[in-house]
C-alpha cells in the first residue's frame, strides 16, 4: 500500500500501518510542506526553521 499523498514515498505491506502513518504525518489540518525533503510541519516556523 502506498501512501497517497503526493510527496511521500513511503509504502507498507498493510493498510493498517499506511493509516497509522499517513494519520501520523499528513493529517494535520495545517501542514506546511517542505518541497526539497518532503517533511510536513504544523507550523510555518517550524518548515523554516528545520
Ligand atoms: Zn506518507
Ligand atoms: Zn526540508
Redesign the pocket.
Known amino acids: 500500500f502506498h501512501c497517497p499523498f503526493p510527496i511521500c514515498r513511503e509504502a507498507f505491506a498493510r493498510r493498517y500501518n499506511l493509516k497509522t502513518h499517513f494519520s501520523a504525518r499528513h493529517a494535520q489540518i495545517k501542514s506546511y510542506i517542505?518541497?526539497?525533503?518532503?517533511?510536513s510541519f504544523a507550523r510555518r516556523y517550524d518548515?523554516n526553521r528545520?
Not at 34 to 39: L, N, S, V
Open positions: 517542505c518541497e526539497e525533503c518532503g517533511r518548515l528545520h
